[in-house]
């Protein structure tokens, strides 16, 4: 029978592995997606739209899908989705391997401020100017809600949902970016501190080279911790190896 592979997916990470996956002869591909984005693209292999009903719901469905292998290749800050596919694994007995890009790390002239939560972001706040470019995604704003003595340029790809901070502009735009581009973007809406989660890859790191130019502070909201006794691997030739389909 051939292997099948369930991909937990959203990220760009994941889209390159359903490819790799699919070029594989004899290698089934199901990627799953919780439905969030408006259009997602296409996708080599089988799609899902939608969630599971938690971490039995999803033991469930392996089960039943007669899936061979997880890959949790979600966005770094899906902690429930990753906690309930390390659960659904361990009860099913699958290999499970979790694909996460390296976060960014911060060089020598840059003015990060590290904290754990997007409360905490709003806490902090305080501490800077009144112009705030929020770049944490659509969902969350509610922690910067009460913060009615700030403006708020709020950049998604998805149009954000309520409540959010009462002077808010909405961006709507999709990485990537360049430094030029967000530079100019800084600037024309005279922004005075950055306010991101820790995703790190390429496509919106512009944002953070773009800061550190302009001399801007930047409060970033660490990653959530894995589940214990789960270890993330990096990039895409990681999977293939842990899953022992380094050959095509």
């Given at each position: 029978?051939?292997?099948?592979?369930?991909?937990?997916?959203?990220?760009?990470?994941?889209?390159?592995?359903?490819?790799?996956?699919?070029?594989?002869?004899?290698?089934?591909?199901?990627?799953?997606?919780?439905?969030?984005?408006?259009?997602?693209?296409?996708?080599?292999?089988?799609?899902?739209?939608g969630?599971?009903?938690?971490?039995a719901?999803?033991?469930d469905?392996?089960?039943?899908?007669?899936?061979d292998?997880?890959?949790?290749?979600?966005?770094?800050?899906?902690?429930?989705?990753?906690?309930?596919?390390?659960?659904?694994?361990?009860?099913?007995?699958?290999?499970?391997?979790?694909?996460?890009?390296?976060?960014?790390?911060?060089?020598?002239?840059?003015?990060?401020?590290?904290?754990?939560s997007?409360?905490?972001?709003?806490?902090?706040?305080?501490?800077?100017?009144?112009?705030?470019?929020?770049?944490?995604?659509?969902?969350?704003?509610?922690?910067?809600?009460?913060?009615?003595?700030?403006?708020?340029?709020?950049?998604?790809?998805?149009?954000?949902?309520?409540?959010?901070?009462?002077?808010?502009?909405?961006?709507?735009?999709?990485?990537?970016?360049?430094?030029?581009?967000?530079?100019?973007?800084?600037?024309?809406?005279?922004?005075?501190?950055?306010?991101?989660?820790?995703?790190?890859?390429?496509?919106?790191?512009?944002?953070?080279?773009?800061?550190?130019?302009?001399?801007?502070?930047?409060?970033?909201?660490?990653?959530?911790?894995?589940?214990?006794?789960?270890?993330?691997?990096?990039?895409?030739?990681?999977?293939?190896?842990?899953?022992?389909?380094?050959?095509?």
């Amino acid at each position: 029978m051939s292997p099948h592979v369930l991909i937990l997916g959203g990220t760009t990470e994941a889209r390159e592995l359903a490819a790799a996956l699919a070029a594989r002869p004899g290698v089934r591909v199901t990627t799953s997606l919780a439905g969030r984005v408006a259009r997602p693209g296409v996708l080599d292999g089988e799609v899902r739209i939608g969630g599971f009903g938690g971490a039995a719901g999803l033991a469930d469905w392996l089960r039943e899908q007669h899936v061979d292998a997880v890959v949790d290749a979600t966005h770094p800050f899906a902690a429930a989705i990753t906690e309930n596919a390390a659960r659904a694994a361990a009860v099913t007995g699958m290999p499970a391997v979790v694909l996460r890009r390296p976060g960014w790390r911060a060089g020598p002239a840059d003015r990060w401020h590290m904290v754990a939560s997007l409360p905490d972001a709003a806490d902090v706040l305080s501490g800077y100017g009144r112009r705030v470019f929020l770049t944490t995604g659509r969902l969350g704003l509610a922690a910067f809600a009460g913060l009615t003595d700030r403006h708020f340029l709020v950049r998604s790809v998805e149009p954000p949902e309520p409540p959010m901070p009462p002077a808010t502009q909405v961006l709507l735009a999709r990485g990537p970016f360049t430094v030029a581009d967000e530079s100019a973007l800084l600037r024309e809406h005279r922004i005075d501190v950055l306010v991101t989660k820790d995703s790190g890859g390429e496509a919106t790191a512009a944002k953070l080279t773009a800061a550190r130019e302009l001399g801007l502070p930047v409060v970033v909201v660490r990653r959530p911790p894995l589940p214990e006794g789960v270890r993330a691997v990096v990039d895409v030739a990681g999977v293939l190896e842990r899953l022992g389909l380094n050959s095509p």
